[in-house]
């Protein structure tokens, strides 16, 4: 009911920058948010950024000052800028979005991207 089609990602020195974009599409009424998480190899899946229908952001503070998210409410479409990368930042990145499916009393619904690979050489 929800598919999340997401682009960017790829290979980038240190220091690089990389741009992530995430649209959603089905049988959606309403976003409540949108964000991004990473799972790194052999670490668990954690919050890089989110962001809300109302334009409230939330970082990981490993992420402040480097990343930035948007979100374009009409698109569905959520955008991560990604700068001054790390080889720590190397992971999957995944994404989510939550909100109403149908109607404004329709069921709610969370859903994940694929993902998209980011690696940052040193």
């Known amino acids: 009911q929800v598919r999340l089609v997401e682009s960017g990602g790829g290979l980038v020195q240190a220091g690089g920058s990389l741009s992530l974009s995430c649209a959603a599409s089905g049988m959606i009424f309403s976003v409540n948010a949108m964000g991004w998480y990473r799972q790194a190899p052999g670490k668990q899946r954690e919050l890089a950024a989110v962001?809300?229908?109302?334009?409230?952001?939330e970082y990981a503070d490993s992420v402040k000052g480097r990343f930035t998210i948007s979100l374009d409410n009409g698109k569905k479409t959520v955008y991560l800028q990604m700068n001054s990368l790390k080889p720590e930042d190397t992971a999957v990145y995944y994404c989510?979005?939550?909100?109403?499916?149908?109607?404004?009393?329709?069921?709610?619904?969370?859903?994940w991207g694929r993902g998209t690979e980011v690696t940052v050489s040193s």
């Open positions: 962001i809300t229908s109302g334009g409230i952001t």
């Open positions: 989510n979005v939550n909100g109403r499916l149908d109607s404004a009393y329709g069921p709610r619904f969370n859903s």
